[in-house]
Each structure stands twice: as C-alpha cells, then as structure tokens.
C-alpha cells in the first residue's frame, strides 16, 4: 500500500479502500467524527492522489478533519513559471487543493514555490530529521552542499549539526547545456563528510560529485530526503559508505542498502506543533 491511514498517535486506522466496478475508489472511514484523520501518500501517481482527493470527501462529509501527510511534492522540481514549458508545480498544485485537505505536511520541499501555491501547507525541514540521524556520527568533519540549489538545506543541516558546509558546483558545456563536471571547495585532510540534498533520481549527480571530490568512499555520507532511486542509482554504494534516505516515497525500495528513516513521526509532530 502507498497510502496508510493513521491516527494522531500513528497507530493504524481502520480505513477501508475498494473499487467500485467502473473503477471509482470507495472508502469507509472508522468513526472521523472523532476529530483529526491523517493519510500518508508516499508516492506521485495519479491513482493515490484521486484516492486521497476521494479519502478527504469522505472524511469532511461525516465531520473529521483530513489532514494529508505527502512528504515528497509531485512535480515540485517543475517549479519555474518563467523557463519550465508545463510549470508541473502549478498543476499538482491544483489538484492537490482539489482534495479538500484540511492541512497538508510536506517534508524538505524542492523551493518554497509549491508549498506556497498549496492551501495550509506545514512543512517539515531536512535538518529536522537529519539533525537526529547524524548528530551521534563521531568523526564528521562537515556538509556538502552538491550545487547551488542545495546550499540552503546543506547550510540549514550544517548549522543544526554545528559544522561547516561545503559548496560544490556542477559546470555544463556552455554549447550543448551537458554536464561536464564538478568543483569543490577545499575539504580537511581528516574526518568524513555528509553530502545533502532533496531527491536523488538515477544518482549520476552524486557519483560524479564523489569522483571529483575524491577523498574516498569511506570518508563520504550521502543524505537524500527523497530517494527515488532510478535507473543506475544501486551503483552509490560504491561511491558512499552509507546512504540514508527516508520513507517518502516507494524508490527507496530501489536500493536495498539505504538506510531508511520513517517520516511519520516528523510529520505527526508538526502538526502537533503548528500554532
């Protein structure tokens, strides 16, 4: 299942989904005049987005409040109105307001630009989990920040995690728009380090990063909020120690040896702390 129905205390609800014979969701919700409901999405495709939209009318029609935990935003990569032909942001966006959610939770979003375009959106930061996850690792020397577009979340973990942060930058040939390659700036002779970012897709960008920083695989973290886990992307784990990820999407499936850290505690908790 890509979508869990939970209650605020996380346990499991008694949520039946089923299909009518043309294919319509039907949904029984257990008791939602009891207050809060919470679905879990944790995929992008069409079918859980119309069973959440379908969830939600359920939910506000018997008197509960539906709240949507969709970690990993579809189509928030497609966030720039000005150069992106089909400005994919705006129209998930859309539909997601088209559910009728009472709240949404979003986690570590691409840019402020979605969660901006979407009706009582909380989010939740990366430094929020990854602070917990690395915060005991003993010989961390610093964070990596792979491009310009990571700098802030690499900042924001550097800084929860008290070290310094790195900028790496990707360069493309100016003709052909190719990635030719990286730069780094200069790292200390000793101690591991922790390259973050949002969304790894088939990995290329951090195998290259890893090869042109060349300290070595056993001094090199990789942390992605969204692992999604493409293609070539098993073969990180020849470039990284550990990879860590989290549950916010089905790929994490992908890389058997990824760490995987469940969101829904998170997620609980910023609801639990909006004002």
């Not at 996380?10 to 043309?22: C, D, F, I, M, Q």
């Not at 909380?122 to 003993?138: E, N």
């Not at 964070?143 to 690499?154: C, F, N, Y």
């Amino acid at each position: 299942m890509s979508v869990l129905y939970v209650h605020r205390d996380g346990t499991p609800a008694s949520t039946s989904v089923r299909h009518y014979p043309g294919g319509e969701f039907l949904i029984d919700v257990e008791d939602p005049q009891r207050g809060d409901a919470f679905a879990f999405v944790r995929t992008a495709t069409p079918d859980d987005l119309v069973e959440l939209a379908v969830w939600a009318n359920t939910v506000d029609r018997l008197g509960g409040w539906p709240i949507g935990l969709v970690p990993y935003l579809p189509g928030a990569r497609a966030d720039h109105a000005e150069y992106d032909a089909g400005y994919d942001a705006a129209a998930y966006a859309r539909l997601l307001r088209a559910a009728g959610l009472a709240e949404l939770v979003c986690v570590d979003p691409h840019s402020p630009v979605m969660p901006s375009l979407v009706d009582r959106c909380l989010v939740v930061a990366a430094a929020d989990v990854a602070a917990d996850v690395f915060g005991h690792l003993p010989d961390l020397a610093g964070v990596i920040a792979p491009d310009k577009g990571a700098t802030d979340r690499a900042a924001e973990v550097a800084m929860r995690l008290r070290l310094p942060v790195y900028q790496a930058l990707k360069h493309r040939d100016f003709d052909s728009g190719k990635l030719s390659g990286f730069t780094c700036e200069r790292l200390p002779e000793e101690g591991s380090f922790l390259v973050v970012d949002d969304i790894c897709d088939g990995g290329g960008t951090f195998r290259g990063l890893a090869e042109a920083i060349g300290v070595g695989r056993d001094r090199l973290h990789l942390w992605v909020t969204h692992g999604i886990f493409s293609g070539t992307a098993a073969r990180l784990a020849n470039y990284y120690s550990t990879v860590t990820t989290t549950d916010s999407h089905e790929g994490h499936h992908n890389l058997p040896k990824a760490r995987v850290i469940e969101l829904l505690p998170y997620m609980l908790a910023r609801i639990q702390g909006a004002p």
